[in-house]
């Protein structure tokens, strides 16, 4: 039988207190529309735990509001995939917080586009481990501004080899 939360409007998702949103099931999270997973309140979407973040689909996670992306523990921004990341828009990257870009794992980062990177904040992009800019490609470093290579850290600069 499914979830009743599948049948949930808007409104009635808003009102599941925030100390409920752990106890719904990674199935039911799947099986949630876009317009139901856009109406969490940011609060809710704090309360998501790691399992749930890392089951949203691409376009579940895509139509969240910015100030929501931003408020995903880092531990669930670890625990996306490539997939889920690449699904990001261009307005959710920069809505990344500079904690969040540094619990980047080497392949999530290295497996962002080039425009994602782009519309990285400088400070996030400064943020990211060092091993991250080294695995980065040719091309994802060409689209970097010059305001975003100036803000790379000393030891970044340095992991970059000549044929980057």
Same mark, same amino acid.
């Given at each position: ?23 719904? #099931?990674? =199935?039911?999270?799947?099986? @949630? &529309?876009?317009? *139901?997973?856009? $109406?969490? +309140? /940011? !609060?809710?979407?704090?309360? %998501? ?39 990001? #828009?261009? =307005?959710?990257?920069?809505? @990344? &917080?500079?904690? *969040?870009?540094? $619990?980047? +794992? /080497? !392949?999530?980062?290295?497996? %962002? ?39 790379? #850290? ?5 992991? @970059? &080899?000549?044929? *980057?």
């Amino acid at each position: 039988m499914p979830s009743p939360i599948l049948f949930y409007t808007s409104d009635q998702i808003q009102a599941i207190p925030t100390s409920q949103i752990a106890t719904i #099931t990674t =199935d039911t999270i799947i099986a @949630l &529309t876009t317009d *139901q997973v856009r $109406a969490f +309140t /940011t !609060a809710q979407v704090a309360a %998501l735990t790691t399992a749930q973040v890392r089951n949203l689909l691409t376009n579940q996670l895509s139509n969240m509001e910015t100030v929501d992306i931003a408020a995903l523990k880092t531990s669930s921004i670890a625990a996306l995939t490539t997939a889920q990341l690449n699904a990001l #828009t261009s =307005d959710q990257v920069v809505a @990344l &917080t500079t904690a *969040q870009a540094a $619990a980047l +794992t /080497t !392949a999530q980062a290295s497996g %962002l586009s080039a425009a994602q990177l782009n519309y990285m904040e400088t400070a996030d992009l400064a943020a990211l481990k060092t091993s991250s800019i080294a695995a980065l490609t040719t091309a994802q470093l060409n689209l970097l501004t010059s305001d975003q290579v100036v803000a790379l #850290t000393t030891a970044q600069a340095a992991a @970059l &080899t000549t044929a *980057q």
